[in-house]
């Protein structure tokens, strides 16, 4: 596969040295992200089976490989991209898959993990709606989702994207993440915080996404990032179940909120390990029982997941 040149800044590679457990190569992390991404897609199961979309699609010449941690995800190679776009497609307009990239798929997966049914769930930043559809086809369309998104440019296509997939249990709001601690205390079974980060992991899609990236940017990010998650964390009900993510690799953003969380509220936050969400999930398995997903594991995007649940009420 071709390659592309990824602007690494020298601090970034340094952290990623200490970052990086033993078990991993860091010479392939960096032949990982010089490497394209795969595309993906995740079938809309509200609107076709997988099954049907499989004999569907068949005659295209499509080449489907199964994601391990979404039933309805898979990679996707044709020959044709350049003739007619995946996104121009059909099937893709009509709502009958979404392109979604593999990593960002791990998030919801967690969300469900244990046979997990909540009935009011809250996507914090959902644009532009890969997770949110995601989550309403999980529900069946049942039961209700909040999708907020605090960026007015990206509510439009987030708007689109439900439009799209035809999601008729989802209510959109477009405020600062960090409001829902205050204002609907205990009020959900199940939060989503795919939380605004550095976007380190993203390199394999845009090789220029290091280009801003500075240590002390990912500590004012990390700030943010520890006011939304215990904005979120507050208007969990207890016993509900929060999933951190991020598209980003630095333990600043990452395992360090989740433990600032932990040591905030000690007899409130429960880690719940992630270990047997997937085959081979092991492989990015913290000590804590997170998801750290360097590019070279899964050859996807770099991601972070983290799963908690809420023990008891918090003041």
């Known amino acids: 596969m071709a390659q592309h040149t990824v602007y690494f800044p020298d601090a970034f590679l340094t952290q990623m040295r200490e970052a990086m457990p033993s078990t991993l190569s860091f010479d392939d ?14 079938v809309n199961t509200l609107k076709i089976s997988v099954a049907d979309f499989l004999q569907l699609t068949a005659p295209y010449g499509w080449t489907l490989t199964p994601i ?9 190679e044709r020959d044709n991209e350049d003739a007619l776009p995946l996104g121009s497609t059909a099937e893709h307009l009509s709502g009958l898959f979404y392109i979604q990239e593999a990593s960002s798929m791990l998030p919801v997966a967690a969300l469900f993990a244990d046979d997990n049914a909540p009935q009011r769930v809250m996507d914090v930043a ?25 960026s007015a ?10 439009s799209r997939c035809g999601i008729s249990n989802v209510a959109l709001t477009h405020f600062d993440g960090r409001v829902f601690g205050a204002a609907v205390p205990e009020m959900f079974d199940a939060i989503l915080l795919d939380a605004p980060c550095s976007g380190e992991g993203v390199v394999r899609k845009d090789p220029d996404a290091l280009k801003n990236w500075s240590p002390e940017s ?16 507050h208007a969990l009900r207890p ?11 630095n333990q600043e953003e990452n395992e360090a909120v989740c433990l600032w969380l932990k040591e905030t509220y000690p007899d409130a936050v429960e880690f719940l390990p992630l ?10 398995l913290t000590e804590e029982g997170f998801l750290h997903v360097f590019p070279q594991i899964y050859d996807c995007e770099g991601f972070f997941v983290a799963r908690l649940r809420k023990t008891q009420a918090i003041p």
């Open 239 to 249: 016993g509900g179940t929060l999933v951190y993510s991020t598209c980003t690799l």
């Open 126 to 150: 959902a644009a532009p709606g890969s997770k949110t559809t995601q989550i309403a086809a999980r529900m069946n369309n049942e039961g209700a989702i909040l999708a907020n998104e605090f």
């Open 275 to 284: 270990g047997d969400l997937f085959p081979g999930a092991n492989k990015a």
């Open 29 to 42: 992390f960096l032949a990982a992200c010089q490497r394209p991404l795969r595309r993906s897609i995740r």
């Open 68 to 76: 391990p941690w979404c039933e309805e995800g898979f990679w996707i």
């Open 153 to 162: 440019s990206r509510v439009k296509v987030l708007h689109a994207n439900i």
């Open 218 to 233: 990912n500590q004012e990010i990390a700030a943010t990032q520890r006011e939304l998650i215990d904005s979120a964390f």
